[in-house]
């Protein structure tokens, strides 16, 4: 039973900004298969960011003692950052930029956060079942609404 509570509390804040973004495109709604689609290369980028950062890791160990300002600001601002945004932006490029729904600059958005929520999710689950509720109740407020903010910025 708690393991549903978990994936509840760990899906429910993407799927609810991924309705309201859904929602929030008036003049042409978009194709809910491309949409789903769009979750699930989202997905599939927290994967290829995952192994990205963790050759990064292995280099910025090569030169870096962990406990320095300089590596933490390496690792979330290069290492990090780049992966994420990186796969996202490729996996969004791939599926949207030739697509023929993609026809007005709002569309952009409306990929880019769908993308952007997918990662959010898988990332989402990984942590609530490491460290529980109290990890879910943060990350609802703060890291999934942050990929869905990155987002935008990407889609415009």
């Known amino acids: 039973m708690l393991r549903y509570i978990l994936i509840a509390a760990a899906v429910i804040p993407a799927i609810f900004?991924?309705?309201?973004i859904y929602k929030a495109d008036r003049l042409e709604p978009e194709?809910?298969?491309?949409?789903?689609?769009?979750?699930f290369l989202g997905i599939i980028s927290t994967t290829l960011a995952s192994y990205a950062e963790r050759i990064g890791i292995y280099a910025l160990n090569m030169f870096f003692t962990e406990e320095t300002t300089l590596y933490n600001?390496?690792?979330y601002f290069i290492i990090v950052g780049y992966a994420e945004e990186g796969f996202k932006y490729a996996v969004l490029r791939y599926k949207t930029w030739k697509n023929p729904a993609f026809n007005c600059q709002f569309d952009g958005v409306v990929y880019a956060v769908t993308v952007s929520l997918g990662f959010a999710l898988w990332e989402n689950i990984g942590y609530v079942f490491e460290y529980g509720l109290s990890t879910a109740a943060l990350r609802a407020v703060t890291?999934?609404?942050g990929h869905a903010c990155f987002g935008v910025f990407m889609g415009a």
Not at 17 to 20: A, E, F, H, I, R
């Open 17 to 20: 900004l991924l309705v309201k």
């Open 31 to 39: 194709p809910i298969g491309l949409i789903i689609s769009l979750v």
């Open 73 to 75: 600001a390496i690792l």
């Open 143 to 145: 890291a999934v609404p």
